[in-house]
């Protein structure tokens, strides 16, 4: 912003200061605004919006007399011959409202009701504006005794206005009984008949406006009221194909936004069925919206506007064990992100979206109706059709990837090739599309796809076009996921690419570069611990290390990027080890002082230096073990942690990194650790609710039978927790692990409970590889069933096949199962346990019959 913008604004932020001083001046700004109609327009409206401002940030102390003044020229003046003299009262009604008014000025919703019925447009649609506004921001006090239920007269009101013979009522009308849909408002279930009947009735509307809210109340009823819609459904698709196809591109994106919703319902597959393959047709239209292309831009500037907010997503402790095959489940990065270099919602990606979420649905069968346009879209002579098809193959990777296992031996070398097309978006639509598909290509000979796939990522990401580069980046962080050691050979050459592109990224891919070359760390661990390679990648992080201030945001991705190196270095990472610890001990204190001297003011963001400075400490511990003891005893870190814990305590805050952290420390347990940890324990808050769980395991195998007067505290939660519905598959085996190790360090405590959660602790534990932590586990189960037998004998079954999971356990593991198989058996007799083991799949049958005897 120019510099006499700047002193222009900060003057006239303190002449309204000043002006707000005296009692009439706001008086006088409703004067302009409703009466000084010998005034421009746009003059009279800003004096409202000075008004609006000062109402939001002053009405408390406005005098009776101007508080009850302004309220009545609004109301006298909702009909100004103006619309944006209406759009400015009726912005200024709904903000007196929100300030809790509603209350205070009884005759309001009454009089914009009546006004509504007025024979004049004007007051009408100014009525109705206001109401709109209302409704949008006050929807859940509007259904409250505490205004005696005000929706009970106006749902019915509305509804009467959606055949007026104005286009701009009919849309108000929708629009404002579209606030009560998803909240299944009383007073509109009453009338829910009559309102679908009058949608159906504007369903061809000829203004663009009330079609799109139509679309927009359909999906949401789809959602809460989907009986009543069910005996109109085959209607209500034909509709919603036919606007997927509409020429105004906001009601394409409402209607487009059905099919998402559609896909979430259990009728998904029967309703459509029927229209499958002119609705795939359908969804491929919009794939073909562009919003710009350019080709070389890496030398246009950054607009920092479009960099959009990083929030922290710290470490959690599934990730740091995610060699054991403990693995965090993170949807966010798969997101279809592909085409704009700001992450709107349009409507390209809303089809994308749609023929993901169906193709997860139709599964393979998706594939006869998809395969023939498909091909002809992929192999266009035309640009822009070859890369909406390339945008569908990467929409159907996830539900299809079965069926198109054939085909992939002829599309992925076609892809590769695709990353040197001329055109900027055909190669950046490539990128992700690839990334959709690094699973089998990481599953094939590597010589054969993932060599030339890396090879031809790694000159994207060195690509002239910023789009390119981006979407690369982020194509190249998946592949690496995927591949981890595999890609060891190659280091040298990606290692050589990456800090190349320090010197060539403005800001914004910058940030994503930091999460490639994390990810590097986290897929390759140990192997990247050689002399050549780090003195290839330390030097541009430690200069942008040094070049960052304590207060800038870009921190948080360079710090993680940090723990993950420092964590893979291992001792390669102490000649950084000093400034690098000394720092992130700093932030701590820094950030914990403020929070604790400024507790009402302090943000989330402020929190996140702290966090991820925690994490960093955390990847030193892990990766430099004891050689940190050092550096721990010079400084204060222990009294800042406890502190730090006190602090996301009394604030009722929660802090994943802190469990970690405390368990490389060895951080001195106390009676006040365990609270904490326990009052972590809330599955709605994953990332650390998972690490609290981890870390009461961890502690659990340090402290032996002294955590028995810590069991009632934590395991009630953590049995609540692995019976719950739709829990993520990481926490569920966090928590089954966890139970198991407190059953192996206090059996009498935790064995009285086995029966409430043997069978998912069964289900959670069978698929994952063998490790110490499911060793540590299962002894614990096998110790709880010694001690109470009784607590599964029902779900016995799932114990069996939660053995035969087991590739090599230790011989005095696989002794303790042949006990308690053998102990079953011999109590029921051969022939119950003939009977019984008929039940099972045959190949679990034949590995208990040969690993354990029975």
């Given at each position: 912003m120019c510099s006499w913008l700047l002193v222009f604004l900060n003057h006239f932020s303190q002449r309204l200061e000043q002006l707000n001083q005296y009692p009439d001046f706001n008086n006088y700004l409703i004067f302009v605004l409703t009466k000084l109609k010998s005034e421009d327009e746009?003059?009279?409206?800003?004096?409202?919006?000075?008004?609006?401002?000062?109402?939001?940030?002053?009405?408390?102390?406005?005098?009776?007399?101007?508080?009850?003044?302004?309220?009545?020229?609004?109301?006298?003046?909702?009909?100004d011959s103006s619309p944006l003299i209406r759009a400015t009262v009726g912005i200024l009604i709904t903000t007196i409202a929100s300030k809790g008014e509603l209350q205070?000025?009884?005759?309001?919703?009454?009089?914009l009701c009546l006004l509504l019925d007025s024979e004049d447009y004007n007051t009408c649609e100014g009525a109705f504006g206001a109401?709109?506004?209302?409704?949008?921001?006050?929807a859940e006090i509007l259904d409250s005794d505490m205004l005696d239920r005000p929706l009970n007269i106006m749902i019915p009101k509305f509804l009467q206005f959606f055949?007026?013979?104005?286009?701009?009522?009919?849309?108000?009308?929708?629009?404002?009984?579209?606030?009560?849909?998803?909240?299944?408002?009383?007073?509109?279930?009453?009338?829910?008949?009559?309102?679908?009947?009058?949608?159906?009735?504007?369903?061809?509307?000829?203004?663009?406006?009330?079609?799109?809210?139509?679309c927009r109340a359909l999906v949401m009823l789809l959602e809460v009221r989907l009986d009543r819609l069910l005996p109109h459904m085959h209607n209500i698709i034909e509709y919603m194909l036919q606007r997927t196809q509409d020429h105004d591109e906001n009601v394409a994106l409402e209607a487009c936004e059905f099919w998402l919703t559609l896909a979430e319902q259990p009728v998904c597959k029967e309703v459509l069925c029927g229209h499958l393959s002119y609705e795939n047709e359908v969804c491929f239209l919009p794939c073909f919206c562009h919003q710009g292309d350019i080709e070389e831009d890496e030398a246009i500037p950054d607009n920092e506007q479009d960099i959009r907010p990083r929030f922290h997503r710290s470490r959690t402790v599934a990730q740091q064990h995610e060699g054991d095959g403990i693995e965090e489940d993170d949807d966010e990065d798969d997101e279809l992100d592909d085409d704009d270099t700001i992450s709107d919602w349009n409507l390209r990606k809303c089809s994308a979206a749609a023929l993901d979420v169906l193709a997860n649905v139709f599964r393979d069968d998706l594939l006869l109706h998809i395969l023939p346009l498909l091909k002809e879209l992929l192999f266009h002579p035309e640009w822009v059709v070859k890369e909406s098809g390339i945008l569908v193959l990467g929409a159907i990777a996830e539900g299809c990837m079965q069926g198109m296992i054939p085909y992939l031996p002829e599309l992925i070398p076609h892809l590769i090739q695709c990353l040197s097309d001329k055109k900027a978006l055909v190669r950046s639509i490539t990128c992700w599309t690839l990334s959709r598909y690094a699973h089998w290509v990481v599953s094939q000979p590597p010589d054969i796809y993932l060599k030339p796939l890396m090879t031809e990522l790694?000159?994207?990401?060195?690509?002239?076009?910023?789009?390119?580069?981006?979407?690369?980046?982020?194509?190249?962080?998946?592949?690496?996921?995927?591949?981890?050691?595999?890609?060891?050979?190659?280091?040298?050459?990606?290692?050589?690419t990456l800090v190349f592109a320090f010197s060539k990224y403005q800001h914004k891919n910058l940030l994503i570069l930091y999460d490639a070359i994390g990810t590097l760390a986290d897929s390759v661990g140990h192997h990247l611990n050689k002399p050549e390679y780090i003195q290839m990648l330390m030097p541009p992080l430690i200069q942008k290390w040094n070049q960052l201030k304590d207060e800038d945001k870009d921190l948080f991705p360079l710090l993680e990027c940090l723990s993950s190196v420092a964590t893979a270095l291992q001792s390669g990472f102490l000649p950084y080890c000093e400034p690098v610890y000394q720092r992130c001990v700093n932030l701590v204190q820094k950030t914990l002082a403020q929070a604790m001297s400024q507790p009402d003011q302090y943000e989330a963001p402020d929190k996140d230096f702290m966090i991820v400075a925690l994490d960093l400490l955390s990847g030193l511990a892990e990766g430099?073990?004891?050689?940190?003891?050092?550096?721990?005893?010079?400084?204060?870190?222990?009294?800042?942690?406890?502190?730090?814990?006190?602090?996301?305590?009394?604030?009722?805050?929660?802090?994943?990194?802190?469990?970690?952290?405390?368990?490389?420390?060895?951080?001195?347990?106390?009676?006040?650790?365990?609270?904490?940890?326990?009052?972590?324990?809330?599955?709605?808050?994953?990332?650390?609710?998972?690490?609290?769980?981890?870390?009461?395991?961890?502690?659990?195998?340090?402290?032996?039978?002294?955590?028995?007067?810590?069991?009632?505290?934590?395991?009630?939660?953590?049995?609540?927790?692995i019976n719950r519905p739709n829990t993520p598959k990481t926490l569920l085996e966090n928590t089954a692990i966890t139970i198991g190790r407190l059953g192996y360090v206090c059996p009498q405590e935790v064995a009285p409970m086995l029966q409430q959660f043997i069978r998912p602790w069964c289900t959670s534990l069978r698929n994952i590889r063998d490790n110490e932590e499911k060793d540590s586990a299962f002894r614990g189960i096998c110790t709880m069933i010694s001690v109470n037998p009784g607590g599964v004998v029902q779900d016995f079954i799932f114990f069996c096949d939660a053995v035969a999971s087991w590739v090599n356990p230790k011989d005095d593991l696989r002794d303790m199962f042949c006990k308690i198989l053998h102990g079953f058996k011999n109590q029921v007799g051969e022939e119950n346990w003939r009977r019984f083991s008929d039940q099972f799949p045959m190949p679990l049958k034949e590995r208990l019959a040969t690993f354990y005897g029975v």
């Amino acid at each position: 912003m120019c510099s006499w913008l700047l002193v222009f604004l900060n003057h006239f932020s303190q002449r309204l200061e000043q002006l707000n001083q005296y009692p009439d001046f706001n008086n006088y700004l409703i004067f302009v605004l409703t009466k000084l109609k010998s005034e421009d327009e746009p003059t009279r409206s800003l004096s409202g919006l000075i008004l609006k401002n000062n109402v939001k940030a002053h009405y408390q102390n406005f005098p009776n007399g101007v508080s009850d003044f302004i309220k009545s020229e609004c109301l006298q003046n909702i009909g100004d011959s103006s619309p944006l003299i209406r759009a400015t009262v009726g912005i200024l009604i709904t903000t007196i409202a929100s300030k809790g008014e509603l209350q205070n000025w009884p005759e309001l919703l009454p009089k914009l009701c009546l006004l509504l019925d007025s024979e004049d447009y004007n007051t009408c649609e100014g009525a109705f504006g206001a109401l709109q506004k209302i409704c949008e921001d006050s929807a859940e006090i509007l259904d409250s005794d505490m205004l005696d239920r005000p929706l009970n007269i106006m749902i019915p009101k509305f509804l009467q206005f959606f055949k007026h013979n104005s286009p701009k009522i009919r849309s108000h009308a929708i629009a404002c009984v579209n606030q009560f849909i998803i909240s299944r408002t009383q007073a509109l279930m009453l009338h829910i008949d009559p309102f679908i009947e009058n949608l159906f009735a504007l369903a061809t509307d000829e203004e663009p406006e009330v079609r799109k809210n139509v679309c927009r109340a359909l999906v949401m009823l789809l959602e809460v009221r989907l009986d009543r819609l069910l005996p109109h459904m085959h209607n209500i698709i034909e509709y919603m194909l036919q606007r997927t196809q509409d020429h105004d591109e906001n009601v394409a994106l409402e209607a487009c936004e059905f099919w998402l919703t559609l896909a979430e319902q259990p009728v998904c597959k029967e309703v459509l069925c029927g229209h499958l393959s002119y609705e795939n047709e359908v969804c491929f239209l919009p794939c073909f919206c562009h919003q710009g292309d350019i080709e070389e831009d890496e030398a246009i500037p950054d607009n920092e506007q479009d960099i959009r907010p990083r929030f922290h997503r710290s470490r959690t402790v599934a990730q740091q064990h995610e060699g054991d095959g403990i693995e965090e489940d993170d949807d966010e990065d798969d997101e279809l992100d592909d085409d704009d270099t700001i992450s709107d919602w349009n409507l390209r990606k809303c089809s994308a979206a749609a023929l993901d979420v169906l193709a997860n649905v139709f599964r393979d069968d998706l594939l006869l109706h998809i395969l023939p346009l498909l091909k002809e879209l992929l192999f266009h002579p035309e640009w822009v059709v070859k890369e909406s098809g390339i945008l569908v193959l990467g929409a159907i990777a996830e539900g299809c990837m079965q069926g198109m296992i054939p085909y992939l031996p002829e599309l992925i070398p076609h892809l590769i090739q695709c990353l040197s097309d001329k055109k900027a978006l055909v190669r950046s639509i490539t990128c992700w599309t690839l990334s959709r598909y690094a699973h089998w290509v990481v599953s094939q000979p590597p010589d054969i796809y993932l060599k030339p796939l890396m090879t031809e990522l790694l000159k994207r990401i060195l690509d002239s076009n910023k789009r390119v580069q981006e979407a690369a980046c982020s194509a190249f962080a998946t592949l690496e996921e995927e591949a981890c050691t595999e890609l060891v050979p190659y280091l040298a050459f990606i290692l050589d690419t990456l800090v190349f592109a320090f010197s060539k990224y403005q800001h914004k891919n910058l940030l994503i570069l930091y999460d490639a070359i994390g990810t590097l760390a986290d897929s390759v661990g140990h192997h990247l611990n050689k002399p050549e390679y780090i003195q290839m990648l330390m030097p541009p992080l430690i200069q942008k290390w040094n070049q960052l201030k304590d207060e800038d945001k870009d921190l948080f991705p360079l710090l993680e990027c940090l723990s993950s190196v420092a964590t893979a270095l291992q001792s390669g990472f102490l000649p950084y080890c000093e400034p690098v610890y000394q720092r992130c001990v700093n932030l701590v204190q820094k950030t914990l002082a403020q929070a604790m001297s400024q507790p009402d003011q302090y943000e989330a963001p402020d929190k996140d230096f702290m966090i991820v400075a925690l994490d960093l400490l955390s990847g030193l511990a892990e990766g430099l073990g004891g050689t940190i003891e050092q550096l721990v005893a010079r400084s204060n870190i222990l009294t800042l942690m406890y502190q730090c814990m006190q602090f996301f305590r009394s604030a009722r805050r929660s802090d994943q990194s802190l469990f970690p952290l405390a368990e490389f420390f060895d951080f001195p347990l106390s009676a006040d650790f365990m609270p904490i940890l326990g009052t972590n324990l809330n599955p709605e808050l994953i990332s650390v609710c998972n690490n609290a769980t981890w870390a009461i395991g961890e502690i659990s195998i340090q402290m032996g039978p002294e955590m028995q007067p810590y069991i009632a505290m934590v395991l009630h939660q953590l049995v609540e927790i692995i019976n719950r519905p739709n829990t993520p598959k990481t926490l569920l085996e966090n928590t089954a692990i966890t139970i198991g190790r407190l059953g192996y360090v206090c059996p009498q405590e935790v064995a009285p409970m086995l029966q409430q959660f043997i069978r998912p602790w069964c289900t959670s534990l069978r698929n994952i590889r063998d490790n110490e932590e499911k060793d540590s586990a299962f002894r614990g189960i096998c110790t709880m069933i010694s001690v109470n037998p009784g607590g599964v004998v029902q779900d016995f079954i799932f114990f069996c096949d939660a053995v035969a999971s087991w590739v090599n356990p230790k011989d005095d593991l696989r002794d303790m199962f042949c006990k308690i198989l053998h102990g079953f058996k011999n109590q029921v007799g051969e022939e119950n346990w003939r009977r019984f083991s008929d039940q099972f799949p045959m190949p679990l049958k034949e590995r208990l019959a040969t690993f354990y005897g029975v």
